[in-house]
């Protein structure tokens, strides 16, 4: 059966293939914009483009998926990874966004440091197992007092 979340779920995972990837491409490209005056800028560039957009999508689509678990009463947030990756991924967001400008003047310590936050996120979610569960309270049941 096709429903919205699964969608949202793929789209997901192809908007964190993005920013993985264009990490990894920018980054490699940075390497090479010392020596090559033709490449100046381009990681920069790539960067802005895929990873920034990347993360912008999958923030919206990670929304929706958490709307979605919560509008069906599910209760996400009794799993500890969920706050974890949150972390993870609030820092990423920030970090992705001033990482143009660093890149561009040749700078790669940020855009490494995002690329480390992008794989504890994964690292996190991946692993959620390890992290555990909170125990949801159980309400009383009431008791039956015998007939007088």
Do not use: C
Not at 114 to 129: D, H, R
């Amino acid at each position: 059966m096709f429903d919205a979340y699964s969608l949202l779920k793929w789209m997901h995972f192809v908007a964190l293939s993005l920013i993985g990837g264009g990490a990894v491409v920018a980054l490699l490209i940075s390497g090479f914009e010392d020596e090559r005056e033709d490449l100046r800028g381009l990681a920069a560039t790539l960067w802005k483009r895929t990873v920034v957009w990347g993360v912008r999508i999958a923030i919206l689509i990670g929304a929706a998926l958490l709307a979605i678990k919560l509008m069906n009463a599910q209760h996400p947030f009794t799993e500890y990874y969920l706050h974890l990756k949150l972390m993870f991924v609030v820092a990423l967001a920030g970090l992705s966004e001033a990482t143009p400008k660093a890149l561009a003047v040749g700078k790669r310590g940020s855009a490494l440091l995002a690329l480390m936050l992008f794989l504890l996120a994964s690292f996190t979610v991946y692993n959620k197992a390890v992290f555990g569960v909170k125990v949801l309270p159980v309400p009383p049941t009431p008791v039956a007092s015998a007939a007088p």
